[in-house]
C-alpha cells in the first residue's frame, strides 16, 4: 500500500507543477520525488525494473552523452524511460521513475531506464537495484566546494557499482582508467587516438592526474589531448590507457566526421569534446548489442542537434551560445580552445549570477584554475563581464594580462546586445553557465522579433 501511496502522490504532485508552473515557478522534476518518497523513501529498490538500467555520469559530458544514447536507442525502437531535463539527484530520479511506474504492478514502463548521474548520487539512487551498465565520460576537478577532489568523485562512483555492473569507461583519463584495476566486472574501453592538435606538454596549468594512481610514479603521456586526458604510461608498473575497445580516429571537425574502429561516423557539432560523446555513445550502444548500422543511422543520417552550442543571430553577426560549466577548469579550457580555433574576430560575453545551482556559498576561486591567459590573442576583440559576479571575472582577465581596453563591464544586463552591436566586432560567443544562458536566449528572441 505504501508503494501504492508513493506513485500516486508522485503523479498527483507533477500534474500540479505542470498545471500551476507559471505560479510555482517550478518545472516539476525534483518536488513531486520529495514529498512522494517520504512515504517510503525505499521505494526505488521495490520497483520491477526493465532489462537495462544504464548511467552516464562524469565531471562533464554526461548530458550531452546520455542525450545522444536516448536519440539513437528511440530511434531503434526502443522505449526510453531519461531525464532529458538534465535533473539528474535523487529526487529528480524518483520523480522521473515513480511517474513511469504502474502502481498496481510496481513495474517500470520502459524497455531502457536512462539517466544522466550525478557523480555523488549514483548509491543514493540506486542502493539495492545495481545499474546493468555504466558509463564514465571523465573525473576532473569540478566543483570543489561540494565534490572534494577527483578521488573523492572515483571512490564513490566505485562504491556504488558491484561486478554486476557493466563499466563502459574512458580510458584515456586515468583517474577513470583505475576501474580496470578495482572492478571485478566487465569493462569496455574507449579512447581517442592522436589528434593535430595533441600536445606533448599539457596545455593547461590544472593537471589532475599527474602521478600513477597504483604506485606514485609520474606518468609519462605519449601526448595529452587537454587536462590529464591522454595517451599515458606509468614507466614503472606499466599502468597504462592500453589497447582500447573503441578508438575514435581521422577526426575532422570541418567536415564533422571520425571513424570508430574503421567505421565512419559523423559529428553533430565540429568540437573536438563531440567526439567524447558520439565514442561514449557508439561504445555503450555497441555493448548492449545495437548493430554498427543502426548505431551509424541515428548517427549519420537522423542527426541530433547538439544539445549545447546552439547559434543564433544578432544582425548579419553570429551568436554561438557555449555553456562552460562553473567550478570546472577543464569546461571553461574546452570552450576557449574552441572559440580560438574559429577564424575572423571575436567578441566573448563571459559571467554568471550563481556560482552553483546547488549550494549558496560562492566560493570562486576556481576562477584562478581557468586558463583566462590563452585569450591573449589578437582576434579576440572585445570581452563582455555580465552577472553578479562581473567584477570578478573582470579582476581575473586583468590578471591573466588581457588589455583594459578589451574588457568591457556590463551592468545593464538588458544592454548587452546594444552594447555588443556598438561596441565590438566579429563573431560573437557566449561563455556562461546554465543561468546566463536562459536570459541572454530570452534577450536574442526578443531582439529577433523586433
Known sequence: MKNFICIIVNRLISFACFLFKNVFKKDGSVTPGYYATKFNKNILNELIYPKYIIGVTGSSGKGSTTSLIAHVLEGNGYNVLWNKNGSNLYNAAATLILNKTNPFTKRIK????????DESFIKNIFNKVKLTHLVVTNITR???????????????????IDSNTHLVINADDPIVARFKILHKGKITTYGIAKYKTDTKVPLSNTVDAAYCPVCETKLKYNFYHYGHLG??????CKFSRNKLDFQAKDIDL????????????????????????????FALLKTIGISTKDIQEYLNNQVLEPKRMKEYRLKSRKVEMIESKNENALSYLQTINYIKAEKGKKTIIMG??????????NDISWLYDVDFELLNDNSIDKIFCIGRFRYDVYNRLKYAGIKEEKLILVDNLNN????????????????VCFDMTAVLKKLLNEGVKK
Not at 520502459?110 to 548521474?117: F, G, K
Not at 554568471?352 to 556559498?361: C, E, G, I, K, T
Request: positive net charge; contains cysteine.
Open 142 to 160: 569540478d566543483q570543489p566546494a561540494r565534490n572534494g577532489n577527483p578521488d573523492i568523485i572515483f571512490n564513490k562512483i566505485a562504491s556504488a
Open 254 to 281: 570541418e567536415k564533422q566526421f571520425m571513424t570508430i574502429n574503421r567505421n565512419i561516423v559523423h559529428l553533430n557539432k565540429n568540437v573536438f569534446f563531440c567526439c567524447y560523446y558520439t565514442l561514449a555513445t
Open 231 to 236: 595517451d599515458f604510461t606509468c614507466p614503472k
Open 110 to 117: 520502459a524497455d531502457v531506464l536512462l539517466l544522466e548521474l
Open 416 to 431: 548587452i546586445l546594444n552594447i555588443v552591436k556598438n561596441k565590438s566586432k566579429g563573431s560573437i560567443y557566449t561563455m
Open 352 to 361: 554568471f549570477d550563481n556560482v552553483s545551482r546547488r549550494y549558496n556559498y
